[in-house]
């Protein structure tokens, strides 16, 4: 199922529509609910396979052309490393490709959310691993920051 990360175009109308579809219903989705743990799960099937999904709890997929960022063994959000080799490889496995590079890509196809990849994301909140990203998305607790984040 990875080759539909090659459509990221599709991907992204499927979750537009899916943010669209939750978005009335945010009041009963709760973080930390009974119903969370399904959402889990079907995070877990669904994206896991599509996206090598790490559940993280705040998935920024349309932010990056449709590429898990947590699939670089730096875990990098905003762009590559320096360490990216001349064939857009990663450094650290250089038979894989670079996660940034691919996100950058990819984004080149996403119409509605590509221009996102020029935003600079917070980093990652690492309370919310393992937690659904749909529900922290719709009830804006991915968007939180934590206590002393800020200034």
């Not at 990221?8 to 989705?29: C, G, N, Q, V």
């Not at 080149?108 to 937690?131: A, F, W």
Request: charged share 20%; proline share 8%; with cysteine.
């Amino acid at each position: 199922m990875h080759f539909l990360q090659n459509h990221p175009h599709l991907l992204e109308i499927a979750y537009d529509a899916t943010h669209k579809l939750l978005r009335p219903f945010r009041s009963w989705l709760k973080p930390g609910g009974a119903v969370e743990k399904i959402f889990v799960q079907g995070e877990i099937v669904s994206k896991g396979v599509v996206f090598n999904c790490q559940m993280c709890g705040q998935c920024v997929l349309h932010s990056t052309g449709m590429t898990c960022p947590m699939n670089c063994p730096k875990n990098l959000r905003n762009g590559p490393c320096g360490g990216v080799r001349s064939n857009g490889h990663c450094e650290i496995k250089p038979e894989m490709p670079c996660v940034c590079v691919q996100a950058w890509e990819r984004s080149k196809d996403m119409p509605m959310y590509g221009s996102e990849i020029l935003h600079v994301l917070p980093p990652v909140n690492r309370r919310l691993q393992g937690t659904s990203a749909w529900i922290n998305d719709v009830t804006g607790e991915s968007k939180k920051v934590p206590v002393g984040w800020t200034e």
